[in-house]
């Protein structure tokens, strides 16, 4: 018997995608790049994920293509090792495992079995080394390169402050003020500086470097914004350097063009700027690209060049400075405060994006689906300016209806904004609906939409909870507006208290008869139609910080906990508690298709996760230190097809699976699977076949021809010694001579009209009649054209005589063809 497989807790998503710089394949079809504990392989084309490649135990710091075979790639780790994979079929080939921790990876044609790694110094903290690593050529695919040689002492940790020039001859390394260049062949090492007092000129601080490909020129980019172009560094003292300026804050990064004609630079300001000729008169500009650029990647043909972003995006730019391709990953914002989440309609995660945004991310491509702009105002990045910003998001049932919260902090007067947005079918995009200014005199805290599927739109109800101490309960009412673009709008029908207390959680129960809303220690149960008050629970000492109904058959539940660690569990029938356990909840969240309810824990810096059902306090499953890092939010995000699992003890994660979000804005996930399983189905299923890039269209027509191929076979079943019959207006194509053909304009409909199939089959009778009254039709045609048609009636069997006639052409059509195919044209051979 094979034992059932634990729970491991891995990373899903939201993984940084500008973690380390991106590397274009040989024939710049493919982008590879690092995303967290895994490398992955996108198609330039499609934008489309190819190849998700895991095996690091840590985070993956740099890519390389391998100098001496272009199909393969280098890919160093924290974890201490480097992996050298067949990135066409994600296959590692070999592991070598270095010991230390490898926090940049570069690769050179000229150094055939070795590369250089940045390591820290051991004995001394802060301190790194550049070091070259020799890669040994024995047989095993783990093995251990243990044989380093130290390159440069005192170099930085970033990958961007190193760079090879020319071919490998020499290595450049800045740190501070001071750049350090060391030939390899002469064994000889200049230390440059600048100077390290910050006027009101700028600041001269290194941030980036950059050689020139084929000249013995440096780039080197500054914190003020400036780029000096090094020369003649062979000397220590008769070097020279000019200087670049456009960029108004820091270099983030630079790169040469593969010709070195010309320089990239990018900042803060979101602009790639193109340097030619190295002059400061001659750039272009293209703006607007969202944010911050990371790194800047050439391709190996010079025809692209891709930016990576720190609102992990990927940006890939054709060599003329024109936008091509965008890859938005999961946007990392300092704090989710709309919490996670699920969009009805695409399973998407929902949550904070770019400010004042709300992005839609897909959990299945780690990819963002769109960015929807709720606050519709422009953002200036300035710091300590309050501006509005998204802190609430509720989804009804059906996703049809958006409720958005934005507010903007003030210390006396807070600005609030209630927004309504109903989803159009024809635009396939949210459309505000109604805003309602000052909502609530207070900040607030939480709202949700009353879940009954069976309900109609216009019994939809909205609450909100607020530290103004009221809850408001929002309806659909008719616009009586003439002038009114919808026909329906929002207003209040209800304002409820209890004791002057702060409002700070609301729910519906599963049938949508109940709505509980919590006053600071007191939780209280109203009725969602007469909206009388039926009863209150309170367990003190602590305020309520999060509630929630059972589902399904512990409906009669209600869950709440507390900020002083108490999960408490009341019974709505007896109005009594029915059992309580001291533990520090930070997030209850339950699952909307099963009786199952997930609470994590926060005690002892160690997250611990806690699945139960409120009929039974004693939990189904607990896993202790979840993770290193705190938990802030969870969700349970419905399959589309239930998963077999075949331990009883994981039965919860069958319908939906569990989402969590740490304070580093990694995205986890719970998986009883192994990493090869884990794998999304897509990077198996998506083989490159003779070496094309796949895309969506290939996959559906290798779906249409494997089921062509079962179709063909089941005919072949019924239908025996039976040759296939072409179409007739095929027929009648292939054999006319192409002199003579009518024009294309003509041919084209009636050769798409004998592919449609029709709707409705007929008889095997009705099939066999019209055969004989067409045959009696075509009696004046050629003896020859006679001869085939009976052959055709005889070889025919019923069974294909009604697949034919599913695609036979109009008589009409064919008799036209018939007299064209007569025409005498023997007068053209006068000519």
């Not at 075979?69 to 070999?94: R, T």
């Not at 991310?361 to 501006?387: K, M, T, W």
Request: charged share 25%; hydrophobic share 35%; proline share 3%.
């Amino acid at each position: 018997m094979v034992a059932p497989a634990t729970l491991r807790v891995v990373r899903c998503g939201g993984s940084t995608l500008h973690g380390a710089r991106a590397v274009f394949s040989a024939d710049s079809k493919y982008l590879l790049c690092a995303a967290g504990d895994f490398v992955k392989m996108y198609s330039v084309a499609t934008e489309e994920t190819l190849r998700v490649m895991g095996g690091h135990a840590d985070l993956v710091t740099g890519v390389q293509l391998n100098p001496h075979n272009h199909m393969q790639l280098y890919s160093s780790s924290l974890d201490g090792s480097i992996k050298l994979w067949d990135f066409m079929d994600g296959i590692p080939i070999k592991t070598f495992t270095v010991g230390s921790k490898l926090l940049a990876l570069y690769a050179l044609a000229s150094s055939e079995d070795s590369v250089f790694v940045v390591i820290p110094k051991s004995g001394e903290r802060d301190t790194f080394q550049l070091v070259s690593v020799k890669l040994t050529k024995a047989a095993g695919q783990d093995l251990e390169a243990k044989e380093l040689s130290v390159v440069l002492d005192g170099v930085d940790a970033s990958p961007k402050h190193i760079a090879f020039g020319r071919e490998g001859e020499y290595v450049a390394s800045v740190k501070e003020v001071n750049l350090q260049v060391f030939f390899f062949k002469r064994k000889q090492l200049n230390r440059f500086s600048v100077s390290a007092i910050k006027t009101k000129s700028g600041n001269n601080h290194f941030t980036c470097i950059a050689c020139h490909p084929t000249e013995d020129c440096i780039a080197t980019g500054h914190a003020d914004g400036k780029i000096r172009l090094w020369r003649n560094f062979y000397h220590k003292k008769d070097y020279t350097f000019s200087t670049l300026h456009w960029h108004h804050d820091t270099v983030m990064d630079l790169a040469f063009s593969m010709e070195g004609t010309s320089l990239l630079s990018g900042g803060v300001e979101s602009v790639l700027v193109l340097w030619h000729n190295e002059s400061d008169c001659q750039k272009d500009f293209l703006p607007r690209l969202g944010s911050a650029i990371e790194y800047i990647s050439m391709s190996s043909d010079g025809a692209l060049c891709c930016t990576l972003h720190t609102d992990n995006r990927i940006t890939i730019i054709n060599s003329n400075l024109r936008f091509s391709k965008s890859i938005q990953g999961l946007i990392k914002s300092t704090d989710v405060k709309t919490g996670l989440v699920v969009d009805p309609r695409t399973k998407a995660l929902v949550l904070n994006g770019e400010p004042g945004h709300l992005q839609f991310y897909c959990l299945q491509s780690d990819q963002q689906l769109f960015s929807l702009d709720i606050v519709q105002r422009q953002y200036i990045h300035q710091a300590g300016l309050n501006q509005a910003d998204l802190v609430k998001v509720a989804f009804s049932a059906q996703g049809k209806w958006l409720a958005t919260v934005e507010e903007r902090e003030e210390v006396t007067d807070p600005e609030l904004q209630l927004k309504l947005w109903f989803y159009d079918e024809e635009t396939q995009s949210f459309k505000l609906n109604t805003r309602i200014n000052m909502p609530h005199e207070d900040h607030i805290t939480d709202m949700c939409f009353r879940e009954m599927d069976e309900l109609e739109d216009d019994s939809l109800i909205l609450v909100t909870a607020g530290r103004d101490c009221v809850f408001k309960v929002w309806v659909m009412v008719e616009d009586t507006d003439p002038e009114a673009q919808q026909s329906v709008s929002w207003s209040c029908d209800f304002v409820g208290s209890y004791h002057n207390y702060q409002a700070t959680n609301c729910c519906f129960s599963e049938d949508g008869s109940l709505l509980a809303v919590s006053f600071e220690e007191t939780v209280t149960v109203w009725d969602s139609v007469t909206w009388d008050l039926k009863c209150t629970f309170c367990h003190p000492p602590g305020k309520i910080r999060n509630i929630c109904f059972g589902r399904l058959t512990c409906s009669k539940y209600l869950i709440g906990a507390t900020d002083y660690g108490f999960l408490c569990c009341w019974n709505l029938l007896s109005c009594a508690l029915e059992w309580s356990a001291h533990l520090n909840v930070l997030v209850l969240q339950p699952d909307p298709l099963s009786e199952h309810i997930a609470a994590v824990s926060w005690l002892s810096k160690e997250s611990s996760l806690f699945v139960f059902k409120p009929n039974e306090p004693r939990p189904i499953y607990i896993q202790r230190n979840l993770c290193k890092e705190k938990i802030q939010l969870a969700a349970f995000v419905p399959r589309d097809e239930p998963e077999t699992i075949g331990s009883e003890k994981y039965h919860w994660l069958r319908r939906s699976q569990l989402f969590f979000l740490t304070d580093t804005q990694e995205l986890m996930t719970l998986s009883a699977k192994s990493l090869e399983e884990r794998l999304t189905p897509s990077s198996k299923q998506l083989a490159v076949e003779e070496s094309l890039p796949v895309t969506p269209f290939s996959l559906l027509l290798g779906k249409h021809r494997r089921q062509q191929s079962q179709e063909d076979i089941d005919l072949g079943k019924l239908v025996h010694n039976k040759h296939k019959q072409d179409s007739p207006a095929v027929k009648e194509l292939l054999h006319t001579p192409a002199h003579v053909l009518p024009s294309a304009s003509f041919l084209c409909p009636i050769f798409i009209n004998s592919l449609l199939i029709s709707k409705e089959n007929k008889s095997t009778e009705e099939v066999a009649d019209e055969v004989e009254m067409e045959s009696e039709k075509t009696e004046d045609d050629s003896d020859e054209e006679r001869g085939v048609t009976e052959m055709e009636q005889e070889d025919t069997s019923p069974m294909e005589l009604l697949g034919e006639m599913t695609c036979k052409l109009s008589k009409s059509q064919e008799k036209e063809l018939r007299k064209i195919r007569k025409m005498d044209y023997s007068w053209i051979s006068a000519f």
